[in-house]
């Protein structure tokens, strides 16, 4: 075999096998090897702690009366499902409520907030925290839901009286008639979309009056800046341009609904629909 020199100051073409003592190894390797050992040991020592999110297990006797002293206390600002409503936060999405463990973040907090409970017991506190630890579960288990969520958590005297006051339900609507036994022809889920959402029975219709000439009304066909269609009682389509001298007036049914939409509070669409449900 060919010997090969190397002489001083020449770099040798393969690194020379470095001391595999135990000493060599940390010593020599320290540079690259000691951060990925003390981050291995450090997650292997970490692995066998309990983290300091441990899931509180809920006790069901708390939780019952962590939800009345919710109910006296909390529900009108969060809602009936503790998912907020205008005057307060969602509690099932809080950090803080997600942290707490049997009160020690929410009890300080309450303490601290204007317009909150601050002299509820310890243990008011820790039955709250089972009560919305119930909650939090109870939401989670149901994002891929085998059954259909309750929606009835509304009141419903408080839904007639909306119905029939500041909703002005009843100028269009009747319990003894269009209305009457809607809550035996449609389960709870379907019931609150077509309040919400009601489907078009009929076509939207619409009056164009030109200048100097009898007004003519129909099916909106098309509408734009320019100009409007319609086809009357005859089936004849009309096309009239948009001036200043042509009056349009649309007559939409659900326009009233569209509009409601901006103003109705999650705790009026609860109510409502459980007014709606009871009409049987």
Same mark, same amino acid.
């Given at each position: 075999?060919?010997?090969?020199?190397?002489?001083?100051?020449?770099?040798?073409?393969c690194?020379?096998?470095?001391?595999r003592? +135990?000493?060599? #190894?940390?010593?020599?390797?320290? @540079?690259? /090897?000691?951060? $990925? =050992?003390?981050?291995?040991l450090?997650?292997? !020592?970490?692995?066998?702690?309990?983290?300091?999110?441990?899931?509180?297990?809920?006790?069901?006797?708390?939780?019952?009366?962590?939800?009345?002293?919710?109910?006296?206390?909390?529900?009108?600002?969060?809602?009936?499902?503790?998912?907020?409503?205008?005057?307060?936060?969602d509690?099932?999405?809080?950090?803080?409520?997600?942290?707490?463990?049997?009160?020690?973040?929410?009890?300080?907090?309450?303490?601290?907030?204007?317009?909150h +409970?601050t002299? #509820?017991s310890?243990t008011?506190? @820790?039955? /709250?925290?089972? $009560? =919305?630890?119930?909650?939090?579960?109870?939401? !989670?288990?149901?994002?891929?839901?085998?059954?259909?969520?309750?929606?009835?958590?509304?009141?419903?005297e408080a839904?007639?009286?909306?119905?029939?006051?500041?909703?002005?339900?009843?100028?269009?609507?009747?319990?003894?008639?269009?209305?009457?036994g809607?809550?035996?022809?449609?389960?709870?889920?379907?019931?609150?979309?077509?309040?919400?959402?009601?489907?078009?029975?009929?076509?939207?219709?619409?009056?164009v009056?030109?200048?100097?000439?009898?007004?003519?009304?129909?099916?909106?066909?098309?509408?734009?800046? $320019?100009?409007?269609?319609?086809?009357?009682?005859?089936?004849?389509?009309?096309?009239?341009?948009?001036?200043?001298?042509?009056?349009?007036?649309i007559?939409?049914?659900?326009a009233?609904?569209?509009?409601?939409?901006?103003?109705?509070?999650?705790?009026?669409?609860?109510?409502?629909?459980?007014?709606l449900?009871?009409?049987?």
């Amino acid at each position: 075999m060919r010997r090969v020199r190397v002489r001083k100051g020449d770099r040798p073409l393969c690194p020379l096998p470095r001391s595999r003592s +135990k000493s060599g #190894l940390f010593a020599r390797g320290q @540079s690259s /090897l000691s951060p $990925f =050992l003390a981050a291995f040991l450090s997650s292997a !020592a970490l692995f066998g702690q309990a983290g300091p999110y441990q899931r509180q297990d809920v006790d069901k006797a708390g939780a019952d009366r962590g939800k009345r002293v919710y109910t006296q206390y909390c529900i009108n600002c969060h809602g009936a499902a503790a998912k907020g409503t205008e005057q307060g936060p969602d509690l099932i999405r809080s950090p803080l409520v997600l942290r707490d463990r049997l009160g020690d973040q929410v009890g300080p907090a309450l303490k601290k907030l204007a317009n909150h +409970k601050t002299d #509820l017991s310890k243990t008011q506190i @820790s039955d /709250l925290t089972h $009560f =919305l630890k119930n909650q939090i579960e109870a939401t !989670a288990k149901n994002r891929n839901p085998e059954r259909p969520p309750n929606v009835l958590t509304g009141n419903l005297e408080a839904g007639r009286t909306y119905f029939n006051g500041a909703g002005k339900c009843n100028t269009c609507h009747s319990p003894a008639g269009d209305l009457a036994g809607i809550g035996r022809k449609y389960n709870p889920v379907d019931l609150q979309q077509r309040f919400l959402f009601p489907r078009r029975s009929k076509p939207v219709q619409v009056t164009v009056t030109p200048a100097g000439g009898p007004p003519a009304t129909g099916a909106l066909e098309r509408i734009d800046d $320019f100009s409007v269609s319609l086809r009357d009682s005859s089936g004849e389509y009309r096309t009239f341009s948009r001036s200043k001298d042509v009056t349009v007036d649309i007559h939409d049914p659900l326009a009233a609904h569209n509009q409601m939409l901006d103003s109705y509070t999650d705790q009026d669409m609860h109510n409502v629909v459980r007014y709606l449900e009871s009409l049987k």
